[in-house]
């Protein structure tokens, strides 16, 4: 992990201890500079939050994100790429986040703007706050050390932006929430943080030269078993509707709100006392040459759209800079046959590739058994 200390002075002043200033001081410090990190980037063009492309000079590394509003009134997708994060020339975040109820566009973009700065600061703290020998003793640990890191950053990130979020004068996010699927890509290492139902999926090349798709997080859905059982330890309710049959639903105890088919959200206040959690599934994935591209998306993509058909809708379009789009607009072809009668969703997705080109032609085949992350602590 190749650090830049001297990018880093206005969030090191921040995190740094100041005789005379209190720990509160010292984070806002943190956050004010890389709030203004993130301004910097957009106005340099290293910032994307909506439909377009993100190409660097200087990295492997290309974006391509679309997204459209579904029939239901305002789009409640954000998304977001910041090439060069934190000044690091090797280092991209991406993130998509689906917003739910009255206010949850204004949560959705709430989110999008305020995990970045915040992650960024939590992530420069855990570093002057730890020391990396310049050998350890294995691989392994060297990797585990810098996955580390990057999960306790997100924990704390996570957590505060939600808290951040309840306390807000201005936005109601009582019965409103959203998703919040997140990676950091530094170097060869991929770092995935999700909340929700949002999903990342990787193509990866096969040992005999086909494409494949791996997916790498966790549909936080109300029906798995653990998911399940933490809510009703906390008296909550998991249930369906009679007019939905399979849609496993949150509810209250004793009222008939919100009916949230999620079991983690950032947001939803009104359930956090009765299992909904914002606690992010941190996996990481150490990305190697067969390791094409990572799609993110929303669940207007996967509710029509398969992992094998996105990955080779993805593969198969010639302009990469029209994958995104390519997939999107297939998705919302989907919904008019497969969701007939059903208000189709919001749909939204980033294609992330790694390389500049695919290395080689790969023939497209479905995955006999999908792959599960290494998760390391």
Known sequence: MVLLPSLFDGLARGVSMKKGKNQNNETDGGREAAESMAKDAKKNEMMLCSSGTVNS?????????????????TNQDSAIVWEKFGCQEDMIFCGIFDGHGPWGHIVAK?????????????????????????????????????????????????????????????????RSGTTALTIIKQGEHLVIANVGDSRAVLATTSDDGKLVPLQLTVDFKPNIP????????????????????????????????????????IGDHCVKEFGLISVPDVTQRNIINNDQFVILATDGVWDVISNE?????????????????????????????????????????????????????????????????????
């Open 226 to 265: 653990e998911e399940a059982e933490r809510i009703l330890q906390c008296n909550g309710r998991v249930f369906c509707l009679r007019d939905e049959p399979g849609v496993y639903r949150v509810w209250t105890p004793n009222g008939d709100t919100p009916g949230l088919a999620l079991s983690r959200a």
């Open 110 to 174: 709430r989110v999008k703007k305020s995990v970045p700065a915040s992650l960024l600061c939590n992530w420069q703290k855990a570093l002057s706050l730890t020391s990396l020998p310049h050998q350890l003793d294995t691989e392994f640990n060297s990797t585990f050390h810098h996955f580390d890191i990057w999960k306790q950053s997100y924990l704390k990130t996570y957590a505060d932006v939600d808290l951040e979020l309840k306390h807000h004068p201005g936005i109601d996010a009582f």
């Open 309 to 377: 058909a996105a990955v080779e809708m993805v593969s198969s379009t010639e302009d990469r800079e029209k994958s995104a789009k390519k997939l999107v607009q297939c998705a919302m072809r989907a919904w008019k046959y497969k969701k007939r009668g059903i208000a189709m969703d919001d749909i939204s997705a980033i294609c992330l590739f790694f390389h500049p080109k695919l290395s080689q032609q790969v023939n497209f085949v479905k995955a006999s058994a999908p792959a599960k992350m290494a998760k390391l602590g």
């Open 57 to 73: 000079n200087k990295s492997n590394d290309f974006a391509s994100i679309c997204s459209k509003r579904g029939q239901k009134g």
